[in-house]
């Protein structure tokens, strides 16, 4: 009876501690050696190389257990299809339409590049403008001025104030009424030279915009692959004899090739 008691006691305690065998591990360990050494008639402590043994069978079981609860709660990832992420790459990449940024770059100066969304050219085009207006004002007002002192200077008025406030005090009693006369038609042409220079120059500044943003918005889509390179590297040239010559000559220089 007692026999069988200590069967019951030992399965019970087996059981007990499999269930907690990753918490209690040292205890475990401790009660199946002390059952042990019960079954066999000994008494007294384990020894140490039994506890050992015991410890290391344990340790092997945990893994064994861990490596079966790991691999088997593994989770597949969800993987998109690819066809689907291009197709929403696609309809990200947003694409201008090169007669649309034109028609804006002729009515608006400037909205052909903001249509295109480059807004650091906007202070280039918009300072082109404000330099060529303000040459325009500035020869503009000089010739008119220059322009009316040679009328008065042409009809002998002397005295008066569109003259006198161009030349220095004193200028037209130290030179010739004809030679003052000539120097101001001459002031007079130049300003007018510039002036239509600087009207040349806005325009100029306008179309400029105009087929940048018309350009800029045609090769925004533009492919550029490694295949477009160019390449220079030393070169053997092998050059044509003169008439009587006996020999070809040969001289080093440098070959440039484009790859499309």
Request: charged share 25%; net charge positive.
């Amino acid at each position: 009876m007692n026999k069988r008691n200590k069967h019951i006691r030992t399965l019970g305690m087996a059981l007990w501690l499999c269930i907690l065998q990753v918490t209690a591990l040292s205890v475990y360990a401790q009660d199946i050696s002390r059952a042990a050494a019960k079954r066999q008639g000994q008494k007294g402590v384990l020894t140490e190389e039994v506890e050992k043994s015991v410890a290391d069978s344990l340790a092997a079981e945990n893994r064994r257990k861990l490596l079966e609860l790991t691999s088997a709660t593994a989770i597949a990832e969800e993987q998109t299809p690819t066809d689907s992420l291009n197709r929403q790459l696609k309809r990200k990449q947003w694409v201008p339409n090169p007669t649309k940024a034109t028609w804006l770059a002729l009515v608006i100066p400037g909205g052909g590049q903001i249509y295109n969304r480059k807004y650091w050219k906007l202070p280039i085009v918009y300072g082109g403008f404000a330099g060529c207006a303000y040459a325009l004002s500035w020869n503009n007002k000089m010739y008119k001025d220059y322009m009316s002192a040679y009328k008065d200077a042409a009809n002998e008025n002397w005295n008066a104030s569109s003259i006198t406030d161009l030349l220095p005090p004193g200028y037209i009693n130290r030179v010739s009424k004809t030679q003052l006369t000539e120097t101001l038609r001459k002031r007079k042409d130049l300003y007018r030279r510039y002036r239509d220079m600087s009207i040349f120059a806005f325009i100029g500044v306008y179309l400029l915009s105009v087929v940048d943003a018309y350009v800029d918005a045609e090769l925004s889509n533009f492919d550029i692959t490694p295949d477009l390179s160019m390449r220079v590297e030393p070169t053997v040239i092998q050059n044509q004899p003169f008439k009587g010559g006996m020999n070809n000559h040969r001289s080093v220089g440098l070959q440039c090739s484009f790859r499309f």
